[in-house]
């Protein structure tokens, strides 16, 4: 199969292979050898149909490791944003089609990379990169406004029973923050958004279900920020109160204790009546031990979402975003996008989740999960809280 010069992660060349299928992805970049497509049927014919499975082959490749998905995937998702999306001129003078505008913005999400070196990659210019990633952001947030939305009818019950089989009846989620690392903002307080790993950041708050999808994204607030703070501020704090999230028929628990619903949570937050955390401590019980383990198995799940996450978006591993006004919104896209890959039974490769350092040692990669130094202080959580994760641990 033929291959563009330098790395295996250039894929310029895919234009001519994938023009021959005429995909609507086959014009992503300029090739670096041209076939006529004439020629190309010719080859078909000679290797008895070999040339056709290379152009397959090459597709396929191409979207794993660019876009982080299948074409099939990416066809359904710029078919959706297609009609939304116009036509423009680069800066080299090329109309640039609307498939090749969210090709440029998944890539630019998937790869991490700057917008110089993305855009020279396409062969446009950094205004046309820019135009086309503000313009597939909001495409895509208005085009699936309901991916990432708290669970009903059947999706609720598939998700309490997941947590069922894991010892939580009537678990609704996980939830966790994670730091997205930025460059040192030049429009706000520096200080505000330096966390205590001596990083800038923003945090951002997620809920999880066993299956790794996103039901609730808050976003934005400054990497200073406690855990704590951020659920008080959260629209998932407001709505909890209000009674929204937690409804339906109740759970009667062991002890007399009833439940609506509730989540699994670290150490960063009290218990509550509806956030769940481990006992923790030196000397424990052997019922809290065996409770702790179980609770901290199953709010895995978060962390392997965010691992996915960022992992197959790598942007959000860099630092590089310098605009705060549309890094949560780029954030919530990709969160959009996760929960279509995962409904696409997209896999996922960990090998995403390893980099080698500067010292040639093959390491984990910093996913932002800044666990807390030390639990928070009980005092605040009521006896029925207390009871109800015994009721649990029971």
């Not at 190309?40 to 998905?69: H, I, P, W």
């Not at 003078?93 to 790869?111: E, K, T």
């Not at 954030?331 to 980099?355: Q, R, S, T």
Request: aromatic share 10%.
């Amino acid at each position: 199969m033929p291959q563009a010069d330098g790395a295996a992660g250039d894929w310029r060349w895919l234009r001519h292979w994938c023009h021959f299928e005429r995909h609507p992805a086959g014009v992503l970049r300029d090739g670096v050898r041209r076939i006529s497509t004439g020629d190309s049927k010719v080859v078909d014919e000679a290797t008895n149909g070999g040339y056709r499975r290379q152009c397959d082959d090459a597709t396929v490749d191409y979207f794993k490791e660019g876009l982080q998905m299948s074409p099939h995937v990416f066809h359904e998702i710029a078919e959706t944003l297609s009609p939304y999306l116009q036509c423009c001129v680069t800066f080299y003078g090329v109309p640039l089609q609307p498939d090749q505008i969210a090709a440029y913005a998944l890539c630019r999400w998937a790869s991490g990379e700057t917008h110089d070196s993305g855009t020279c990659s396409f062969h446009i210019g950094r205004s046309s990169g820019l135009t086309a990633v503000r313009d597939v952001t909001v495409v895509l947030l208005n085009s699936y406004p309901d991916k990432i939305s708290w669970p009903t009818g059947s999706q609720k019950a598939v998700i309490l029973r997941a947590f069922a089989d894991n010892g939580f009846l009537n678990c609704h989620g996980c939830i966790d923050c994670t730091h997205i690392y930025i460059d040192k903002p030049a429009n706000a307080n520096g200080e505000d958004y330096y966390d205590r790993k001596c990083r800038f950041s923003v945090q951002t708050q997620v809920v999880v279900d066993m299956n790794l999808h996103m039901l609730d994204v808050f976003i934005s607030y400054p990497g200073s920020c406690h855990d704590v703070r951020i659920v008080h501020l959260s629209s998932l704090w407001a709505r909890v109160e209000a009674g929204e999230l937690f409804i339906g028929p109740s759970v009667m628990l062991p002890l007399g204790v009833r439940t609506n619903g509730y989540l699994l949570g670290d150490n960063g937050y009290p218990t509550s009546e509806w956030i769940v955390v481990p006992y923790d401590g030196l000397a424990q019980h052997p019922y809290e031990a065996h409770f702790d383990n179980k609770q901290k198995m199953a709010r895995g799940e978060v962390e392997w979402a965010f691992g996915r996450l960022k992992g197959m978006w790598r942007l959000f591993f860099r630092t590089h975003k310098r605009n705060m006004d549309t890094v949560a919104q780029h954030f919530f896209v990709v969160c959009i996008l996760h929960n279509i890959l995962i409904d696409a039974g997209i896999p996922f490769d960990d090998n995403l989740l390893w980099e080698v350092g500067p010292d040639g040692v093959r390491r984990r990669v910093d996913l932002g999960i800044h666990r807390p130094l030390r639990p928070v202080c009980m005092e605040s959580s009521t006896e029925d809280a207390l009871l109800f994760r015994d009721a649990l641990a029971d």
